[in-house]
């Protein structure tokens, strides 16, 4: 094929409208650059530790059954308890553990109590049962979860249910909102 003749004028204009040019040392050219993924961590496993602060030695006297609960945190304000029996904070979830064993409670509880803070429940009410079938009239679960929900790092105030939700057979239990949720609170306690 013969060599097509361009005048300088031609050649000077395309120089101009084309730019510097560089030299390219690879004749392969990606067309679509390969979009990176962000990394996803993995989940971990949910171990009983991770819920349940240092162990507390400081020994906690028996309930019977008609007993009340009451704690708060250290730090926590006066009133919130108040607020709390009073229900204030309104009832998020509700779970019933009364007539499971010790070991199925705590697992339910573990695993409730994990649910509710990842999903913001705020307040939530736990039905324990009186313990009216229990030795010595010393009731399992509620000396349990008396013991249980002191060391739970979530859990920032408890207090027994007025009679009409349960009464001294459930307890209502303010948490601590996830980090996710911290944001959204405006509240100071």
């Not at 031609?10 to 120089?15: A, E, T, Y």
């Not at 573990?110 to 009186?130: A, D």
């Not at 979530?154 to 207090?159: E, K, M, P, R």
Request: charged share 25%.
């Amino acid at each position: 094929m013969p060599k097509k003749n361009i005048s300088s004028e031609d050649s000077h204009l395309f120089r101009n409208t084309v730019g510097k040019v560089q030299l390219i040392n690879s004749d392969k050219v990606l067309l679509n650059q390969p979009v990176k993924t962000k990394p996803v961590p993995k989940r971990q496993q949910i171990t009983i530790d991770d819920y349940f602060l240092a162990h507390d030695d400081t020994v906690l006297e028996k309930l019977s059954i008609e007993d009340t609960l009451s704690f708060s945190a250290d730090g926590l304000q006066k009133n919130v308890l108040k607020r709390l029996r009073q229900g204030y904070f309104g009832q998020d979830a509700e779970i019933d553990l009364h007539g499971l064993s010790s070991a199925a409670a705590k697992q339910q509880l573990i695993q409730f109590l994990h649910h509710s803070v990842e999903n913001g429940r705020r307040c939530v009410h736990i039905i324990h049962g009186k313990g009216y079938r229990s030795p010595d009239n010393h009731p399992v679960l509620k000396n349990n979860l008396n013991s249980w929900l002191r060391q739970h790092r979530y859990v920032l105030a408890f207090c027994s249910a007025p009679p009409r939700h349960g009464g001294a057979g459930a307890l209502v239990v303010l948490l601590q909102l996830a980090e996710k949720y911290d944001d959204l609170s405006g509240e100071a306690y």
